[in-house]
């Protein structure tokens, strides 16, 4: 199975993800936004966002994503308390590597920037509706909400989990 390579930018905090990816997005939404300006804002921080405002993700299964090294290193960090979203950044440069959630989601989504080689391509752009200014990238397809397509890959995931696939 293929395996990908993500990792801190001091290399101190490394994960590993194998097969193939449920899907790459490019997310807008308020919460993606204000969690990557929340890790701008910490010290030596680097760009979390594109230049359109989106944060872009692989989603992976839970299942096949893997802390290889300096797993004490990551600290969650939440836009409000309550929320279920966790985005883990390692505290050695504050490099965000994957958001994963509190409650019984089946995959975690690991940050485009912090791929190591190859970054599969861009498959869509979500919650475009959000979107504060800057140039879309126009050569994917993007959505307003989240997708049907999208959806049906999570759910296809999931069904894949269950099966032992």
């Given at each position: 199975?293929?395996t990908?390579?993500?990792?801190?930018?001091?290399g101190?905090?490394?994960?590993?993800?194998?097969?193939?990816?449920?899907?790459?997005?490019?997310?807008?939404?308020?919460?993606?936004?204000?969690?990557?300006?929340q890790?701008?804002?910490?010290?030596?921080?680097?760009?979390?966002?594109?230049?359109?405002?989106?944060v872009?993700?692989?989603?992976?299964?839970?299942?096949?994503?893997?802390?290889?090294?300096?797993?004490e290193?990551?600290?969650?960090?939440?836009?409000?308390?309550?929320?279920?979203?966790?985005?883990r950044?390692?505290?050695?440069?504050?490099?965000?590597?994957?958001?994963?959630?509190?409650?019984?989601?089946?995959?975690?989504d690991?940050?485009?920037?912090?791929?190591?080689?190859?970054?599969?391509?861009?498959?869509?752009?979500?919650?475009?509706?959000?979107?504060?200014a800057?140039?879309?990238?126009?050569?994917?397809?993007?959505?307003s909400?989240?997708?049907l397509?999208?959806?049906?890959?999570?759910?296809?995931?999931?069904?894949?989990?269950?099966?032992?696939?």
């Open positions: 199975m293929k990908l390579t993500a990792r801190c930018t001091c101190k905090v490394e994960l590993e993800a194998t097969g193939v990816p449920i899907t790459s997005v490019m997310c807008h939404c308020d919460d993606c936004r204000a969690g990557a300006q890790i701008e804002a910490l010290p030596n921080a680097g760009r979390v966002s594109e230049a359109d405002g989106g872009g993700y692989l989603a992976y299964r839970k299942d096949r994503v893997r802390i290889q090294k300096g797993a290193l990551l600290r969650s960090y939440k836009i409000r308390p309550t929320s279920a979203t966790n985005r950044v390692a505290t050695c440069c504050n490099t965000p590597l994957i958001l994963t959630f509190d409650d019984s989601k089946h995959w975690v690991v940050y485009r920037a912090s791929i190591v080689g190859p970054v599969p391509p861009l498959e869509m752009h979500i919650c475009t509706r959000y979107r504060q800057g140039t879309l990238d126009t050569s994917v397809p993007a959505f909400r989240y997708p397509r999208l959806v049906a890959k999570l759910l296809a995931a999931r069904l894949a989990m269950l099966l032992g696939a």
